[in-house]
């Protein structure tokens, strides 16, 4: 069946440098999987916390799906996410580290489960943004001055 990602979060690359990612399973009702199925997820804003050894997602929207009218979802409710022990330990002990945070950055079905990746980032500075942003507007031009003549 493969792999097709149903949403991803841009914002993250731009505010943190990514570390390591992580796949994990995601705890969810129907209607929420029929909904993420139609591609009506948005995980602006979004984070992963760790309490009592388990992982949760929070801020997560998606969607209402439509069709299930009397058991509807809250969009933005705490979803558990499903890590191994020993990735969690790790993760718990890389958050307690300055400046290191837990951002999800992608949502897919692979083999027709829902699935998303998380990544350990720490978030940038202003400058550093500002550097990414020269840096891809630089390319975006010599790109467009020598029409695909060269690769960066």
Do not use: C, W
Not at 36 to 41: F, W
Not at 55 to 74: E, G, V
Not at 103 to 126: D, F
């Amino acid at each position: 069946m493969g792999i097709k990602v149903v949403a991803t979060n841009k914002v993250a690359y731009h505010n943190y440098n990514i570390i390591e990612t992580y796949e994990a399973g995601i705890v969810l009702k129907g209607s929420e999987v029929k909904s993420i199925r139609e591609g009506s997820v948005n995980l602006r804003d979004s984070f992963v916390r760790i309490d009592n050894g388990e992982a949760f997602i929070y801020n997560m929207y998606i969607a209402p799906y439509k069709p299930a009218s009397k058991l509807q979802h809250d969009p933005y409710r705490k979803r558990k996410l499903l890590l191994h022990k020993r990735e969690i330990l790790k993760l718990m002990g890389k958050v307690q580290e300055k400046g290191l945070t837990i951002i999800p950055t992608k949502v897919y079905l692979k083999n027709g489960k829902v699935k998303i990746e998380i990544a350990l980032a720490k978030g940038k500075a202003k400058y550093e943004k500002r550097e990414a942003i020269k840096e891809r507007d630089m390319k975006r031009e010599l790109s467009k001055k020598y029409k695909g003549k060269i690769k960066l």
